[in-house]
Nanobody, 129 residues
Framework: QVQLVESGGGPVQAGGSLRLSCAAS????????VGWFRQAPGKEREFVAA????????WYEESVKGRFTISRDNAKNTVYLQMNRLKPEDTAIYYC??????????????????????WGQGTQVTVSS
């Protein structure tokens, strides 16, 4: 079993930056894929980014490429999402999730909500114009 706790959200003006953290406990951290998703009011949860257990492979949703960077520190059991040049449309609750079975071997798989076994409680990001 895995517990995930997100932090780092908050209000920010358009063009600003935030760094989200996802702290994990439970199973050996480096053994599984971690993804970031977001959900805006009235919308479905959508993929943002994911990273392999070793950190050597990353995937991004098209609208965040070049602005967001996902990384992980396996010694600290933490995955980060650095978000730069934020836009009002990035406003959402951001969730991290764990794919304990490491099925997310490519973008098509890693971007699926249904792939992930455990989810954090989410952290709110609000971008004002």
């Amino acid at each position: 079993q895995v517990q995930l706790v997100e932090s780092g959200g908050g209000p920010v003006q358009a063009g600003g930056s935030l760094r989200l953290s996802c702290a994990a406990s439970g199973r050996p951290f480096s053994s599984y894929v971690v993804g970031w998703f977001r959900q805006a009011p009235g919308k479905e949860r959508e993929f943002v980014a994911a990273i392999s257990g070793s950190g050597s492979t990353v995937w991004y949703e098209e609208s965040v490429k070049g602005r967001f960077t996902i990384s992980r520190d396996n010694a600290k059991n933490t995955v980060y999402l650095q978000m730069n040049r934020l836009k009002p449309e990035d406003t959402a609750i951001y969730y991290c999730a764990a794919d304990l079975q490491n099925r997310g071997l490519n973008y098509a798989l890693a971007s699926r909500v249904s792939l992930y076994d455990y989810w954090g409680q989410g952290t709110q990001v609000t971008v004002s114009s």
